[in-house]
């Protein structure tokens, strides 16, 4: 995403700035507001383990629905079709289901502060402190991306200069999550949530009007693009072209189960929303009740991206100035009028701070208290750690800020994203999902499962792939196949190493391991809990079978 066209500066005037101002008050406000309920590092980090599931659920869905989900969603919309909808109905719902339904009862009961705590106490420290450190990386890269995905929207649509725009971001982020810690970023992202959705929905509306309905625009495309392009599954055959250049094994395999479960079980910018749940129901059903609003969003991003497709038939293309992430802007220029306009320009804002305030309020917890406190600083008082939280927090936005422009040479941010995932994700996925189900995998497993994932990945990505050893059709493909590799290696590695090494004594696997039994397992539900609506089992498995019919439009 390295510009944005020049053409796309928005006719902005002084009430879409108010609305601006008047969100960038509230955002504020609401830090200064949970400044009252943070008085220890538990408060700051993981918001007392107080919050209830709807807020919960809501910020869960608004973490990952940055900017880079926006435009990059859109950008893929317009580049591949409808194919993008694999993205929500088989590379989140289900493994949104399976942390819900599965993960979160050993997260919880284990009473860790981060999911790389959890590796500590399945394996050892050496896999607590790659894992650690691999996290706090990927997460700083993520929130750079947000922020100079910002940078370039600002600049080409008010003609802010990008250094104000990301000082100003950086500043507003950095301001309350520091005064505010979790619960001032939760709460910010249920609002974000809102706005966002209040930003996407006339930007759909709209647009299908411009383009005379789905119907014509789905004729206009098929003749541009060919039949398969409107649909999710034509042309996926093992050999056959398709937009995505992936087959139905690559986009199972690698996105639906490889990379999905990798990012939506162990990001922890994402479950640590859950665990700032009130109790193990409100924890279980927080990415249950996300899973609701992410079937639908997908409409609100593809649409977009399909409208601008047909209004700019050579989008993306080198006969155009406009690329991809263009979509969604050039919607903003040619469709909105001034306030609505206003709320659009908001939400694109809300939607990059939520993207980036979730991965910088994980970061936080993850240095400071698996990094910091566990191997540098030792027993010191929890005010110490409380302040050193504060502190990393602003070490983590300047970071971010110096990461921002890693995303420069891709011209999908998506893409970028998810070749982040195949390296970080994907390899503490198959450490977890082996050392959850199986007692005998060793203390030693862990560290060399993660180590032979990330190397494999990345290897078939910049060696295999890019050096041209194997002819990929693109980026996401390639992603696909190196999050399978990545996979693969990694649990390959950790049955050998296991063969060889000594395994963790089974006592102290209790509540770690499928089939053991934890010590805080009897945990009364409260007597609203019990309500029929409110099962995690019939949460999940609705969530699942909506995702399924909402296939069949789109598959013939």
Same mark, same amino acid.
């Given at each position: ?34 400044r ?9 980090f993981l ?8 807020v ?32 929500y ?26 999911v790389p ?36 929207v ?25 005064i ?7 709460y ?52 056959? $072209? ?6 139905w ?36 059903r927080?990415?249950?009740?996300? $899973? ?7 409409f ?8 601008a ?19 969604i ?9 001034n306030?609505?306009l206003?709320?659009?320009?908001t ?8 993207g ?11 240095f ?7 191997y540098v ?8 750690y ?7 927090t ?7 800020i110096?990461?921002a ?6 011209s ?11 390296f ?11 050392g959850?189900f ?18 494999? $990945?990345?290897i078939?990505?910049?060696?295999i ?15 696909f196949?190196s ?21 963790k ?24 809990d019990r309500?029929?609506y ?14 399924a ?8």
């Amino acid at each position: 995403m390295q510009t944005l066209a020049e053409g796309l500066r928005l006719p902005t005037n002084g009430l879409d700035y108010a609305i601006l101002a008047i969100y960038f008050a509230v955002v504020l406000g609401i830090g200064f507001m949970a400044r009252a309920s943070v008085k220890t590092s538990l408060d700051f980090f993981l918001s007392g383990r107080s919050l209830p599931a709807w807020v919960t659920g809501l910020a869960f869905v608004a973490a990952n629905l940055g900017a880079t989900e926006i435009l990059g969603m859109a950008a893929t919309g317009a580049q591949y079709g409808v194919a993008v909808v694999h993205w929500y109905w088989i590379g989140a719902i289900p493994a949104m289901v399976f942390l819900g339904l599965v993960m979160m009862p050993f997260y919880y009961r284990s009473k860790v502060r981060s999911v790389p705590e959890f590796l500590l106490q399945r394996f050892d420290r050496s896999a607590h402190l790659l894992s650690s450190v691999l996290f706090a990386f990927a997460a700083i890269l993520i929130a750079g991306v947000n922020l100079y995905a910002l940078s370039i929207v600002v600049e080409a649509l008010l003609g802010w200069p990008q250094w104000v725009a990301i000082v100003v971001a950086g500043l507003f982020v950095l301001v309350y999550i520091t005064i505010g810690g979790l619960s001032s970023a939760i709460y910010n992202e249920v609002l974000q949530f809102f706005v966002i959705l209040a930003a996407l929905i006339p930007l759909t509306v709209l647009g299908l009007k411009r383009v005379g309905g789905w119907d014509a625009m789905s004729d206009s495309l098929t003749k541009q693009h060919g039949g398969d392009f409107m649909t999710a599954w034509g042309g996926t055959g093992i050999g056959d $072209a398709n937009p995505l250049g992936a087959n139905w094994l690559t986009i199972i395999l690698g996105l639906g189960f490889v990379l999905s479960f990798g990012y939506w079980t162990t990001n922890f910018a994402e479950v640590q929303r859950a665990l700032s749940a009130k109790n193990l129901s409100a924890a279980k059903r927080t990415p249950l009740i996300a $899973a609701f609003p992410k079937i639908f969003i997908v409409f609100a991003v593809m649409i977009p991206g399909l409208v601008a497709a047909v209004i700019v038939p050579k989008i993306g293309t080198p006969d155009s100035d406009l690329t991809y992430n263009d979509a969604i802007p050039l919607l903003m220029q040619e469709l909105l009028p001034n306030g609505v306009l206003g709320i659009a320009v908001t939400g694109l804002l809300a939607a990059f701070m939520a993207g980036m305030a979730a991965n910088v309020s994980s970061f936080n917890t993850v240095f400071t208290t698996d990094i910091w406190q566990r191997y540098v600083v030792k027993d010191k008082p929890d005010t110490y750690y409380l302040r050193f939280g504060r502190l990393i927090t602003a070490i983590g936005v300047l970071a971010s800020i110096g990461t921002a422009f890693i995303a420069a040479s891709f011209s999908n941010i998506m893409s970028y994203l998810q070749t982040l995932f195949s390296f970080f994700n994907v390899p503490m996925f198959v450490v977890f999902i082996i050392g959850m189900f199986w007692k005998r995998a060793s203390m030693k497993s862990g560290v060399w499962g993660l180590v032979a994932g990330t190397a494999a $990945a990345m290897i078939n990505y910049f060696w295999i792939y890019k050096g041209g050893i194997i002819d990929i059709p693109s980026d996401q493909g390639a992603n696909f196949v190196s999050a399978i590799v990545g996979f693969v290696a990694g649990a390959v590695v950790m049955v050998v190493v296991t063969l060889f090494t000594a395994p963790k004594p089974e006592a102290e696997l209790a509540g770690l391991v499928y089939g053991t039994e934890s010590p805080s397992s009897d945990e009364e539900l409260e007597e609203a809990d019990r309500a029929w609506y409110r099962k995690p089992a019939l949460l999940g498995w609705g969530a699942i079978v909506l995702a399924a019919a909402c296939y069949i439009p789109y598959s013939f």
